[in-house]
Every structure is written in structure tokens, then in C-alpha cells.
């Protein structure tokens, strides 16, 4: 990463406006990006926003376990200086001298290090509240809810977008239209973009699917006082072919998010008897002996996760201007092995990237170079594992 990366709109403006059709994560690192880049911003959501850190109905997921990787903290750090301080303030589980994400694999416990400075983790619904409220206070953003979006508005010759229709939520007869000089779709697993391209004349794009019909059970639980853990999170793996696994996540204000999971049709049970049962029967009884002691603060949740997929954008030979896709509207992956959220703000750094470029020297092909230069980012895996700290100040 650049060490010499600019923040807080230090960029050149060069456009007018630029609408983002999505206001969860990958939505709203977009918008942060574009805030530097075009004078005004529109986010539009399906949900009315939470004013605290809450789960919503657009993110069922975030009942379930969430993580970022080393690369997502350190650019998390980048955007939103101070991020880390404001999670930190806000009750983010800390510690130092443990191992951050202890794994107990099939063959037992492995031997992994402990990190000798702070561990920070919190839950996914403070990240985008901190997030949310860090983007809305920028002057060149702003918010519409409670709004669905169409279809998109075109030139005559259907080279160009240039808008795109909208309507209330439930509210489908009543639309209106919305302009702009780009709009971005990040608006998640069942992004519309490939009907809206095939509207406007164009193929749809190739995909490829995997569905390892993969359930969860989650409940966040209070965590014991003086637990004796060597580690902040903790993962089991079941034995093949089943597919069960278990984990504790620490997060804010002292709780446990503790998820079970099964794969090809294993369905972790939602009642209490199950579910305390399906963390017995993993082939390490520390999961089930923590949650012996541990005290429930909510029902427990049932989730499946839909297929995984990546669109391949970058292969269509005709692309309209003024018309991207990131995000998991792009590459939704399997949520088990945690790269949504690190990934959506990498694909944050590759529009910022192809801005940049885009300023020193303007090319007529922007959207599409994008479009490919994101799917470069989606096939460098090590990425995602760098391990360089980068937070700021505790």
C-alpha cells in the first residue's frame, strides 16, 4: 500500500455526480472513495438506517459472525483515520499477548503464535454504523432510503448511462429518475446488473457459481468474567464430510459471538437443546464448555447462505460509460472463510486507483478499465493476508 495515500478529499474533483446504489459496506467505502473525486454523491438504500449501532433488515448476515483480515484493518485505518480510536471508544473487544484466532483443527489444536501487541475485534453492526456516520459527514454525500432502484436511464444509443429510475419501497407504479455522471452498483448478492445490462442490448455477463449449502446458528452471549482464554476468537473444524465447525468471535460492550455452522445440508439447530448439543458433538469440547458458562443475550438465529458467485464483468466486449459494478455485486464470496468485508474495501483501493489514473490521464474506456482492473484485485487471494499493522493512535 501506498504510504503516501491521500484522505479527506485531497483529490481534484473533475465531475458533477456520481450515484452508488447500495448502502452497506461495499456502498459506502464506494462512497468514500467518490467524495474525493465528484462534487456530490448520492447513496440510495432499500432499508431505513439504523440511528445506533443495530442490525437491520437488509443484513440478515449480521446476526452471524463477521471478521476483517490484516489488509481490511490496515485500509479501514486509511479511509477513516481515527476509525480504530472511535471503535476502541465505542467498546471494541482489545487484548495483547493472545493468539488473535486460535484453530482447532480435526487433528487437534494448532500451533499458532500469540501477538505480542493489541487485538482489536467488533461486531459487524458497529463497523457499519461507524462507517455510515463517518461517510454522511461529508458534505458531498447524501442519503436517500426507503428507496428502490428499477432500472437504469440511458443515452438514445444505449452507449451511455446516465441515471436510473426509482420508486419507494413498495411503491413500484410511482418511479422517478435520478441523473448522474456514474453510478455504481454496490448493491450486493442480488444486484440486478446483469437483467439491467440486458435491457439495455447488451449480454448479460458469464458467471460462475458454487453453493456449498452452508447454515448457520448464531447467538451473541455475554462473556465470562475472567475467562481464561489464550486466545480473542476461537474456531473448531468437524471432521469431513459434515461440515460442523463452531466459533467465538469476541466483540463489543464484553460479548461472544458464537456461530455454528454445517455445509451439504447440515442444519445447526435454532433451539436451545440443539444447539447447545451440536456444540457438544464437535470433536473438541471447548466451544460447548465456554457456552456452559456464558449467558445468552438473544434468541438464537438461523441463516443459509445463497450461492457464491462471480460475475464476470471484465470479459464482456461492449460496456456501457458511466455504469460499474463492485463489491459482492461482483464476486460473492463463501462468508465462511471471512473475506467479504476486506474485500469490499479493496475494491474501494481499486476505484481509487483507476480515478487517480483517470485525472493524470483521462481514457474513454474508465468503466470498463475498471471492470478489469477489479478482477485483478479478486484474483490475488495473498492480499488479503498481509499481516503489517496499521491502526492508528490507542
Known sequence: MNSNHKTEGSEKKTSRHALVIGGSLAGLFAARVLADF?????????????????????????????????????ILEQLFPGIMHDLRANGAATSSNVVPLAIVSPKGLLPLPKEPGEVIAFSRTLLEWHVRDRVSKRPEVHIITDTEVTGLLATQDRTRVIGIQVSKRGQRGFTT?????????????????????VELGYKAPSVETINSNLRYSSRFHAKPDQFPAGWQNLIVNGHPPHGHAGLILSVDHGRWHVTLGG???????????????????????????????????????????????????????????????????????????????TVSVMDAMTLQ??????????????????????????????????????VGPK
Open 353 to 390: 486507483r483507476c480515478l487517480q489514473e483517470q485525472q493524470r490521464s483521462p481514457r474513454a474506456d474508465f468503466e470498463q478499465h475498471f471492470q478489469h482492473q477489479l478482477a485483478k484485485t479478486l484474483l490475488q487471494p495473498g492480499s488479503l493476508l498481509q499481516t503489517k499493522t496499521c
Open 177 to 197: 429518475t435520478l441523473h448522474a455522471d456514474l453510478v455504481v452498483d454496490a448493491s450486493g448478492r442480488n444486484s440486478q446488473a446483469p437483467r439491467w445490462l
Open 263 to 341: 455445509m451439504a445440508g447440515n442444519v445447526p439447530p435454532i433451539d436451545e437443546g440443539g444447539f447447545m448439543q451440536w456444540a457438544h458433538d464437535l470433536p473438541d469440547p471447548i466451544i460447548y464448555e465456554a457456552l456452559r458458562i456464558a449467558q445468552p443475550l438473544t434468541p438464537i438465529r438461523g441463516y443459509g447462505t445463497p450461492e457464491n458467485h462471480l460475475h464476470h464483468f471484465e470479459r464482456m466486449h461492449k460496456w456501457p460509460t458511466g455504469f460499474i459494478v463492485t463489491g459482492d455485486a461482483v464476486c460473492a464470496f463463501n462468508p465462511i472463510y471471512g473475506q467479504g468485508m
Open 38 to 74: 465528484f462534487d456530490k454523491v448520492t447513496i440510495l438504500d432499500r432499508d431505513v438506517f439504523p440511528v445506533t449501532p443495530e442490525h437491520r433488515k437488509g443484513v440478515p448476515q449480521s446476526y452471524h459472525a463477521h471478521g476483517s483480515l490484516p489488509t481490511g484493518f490496515c
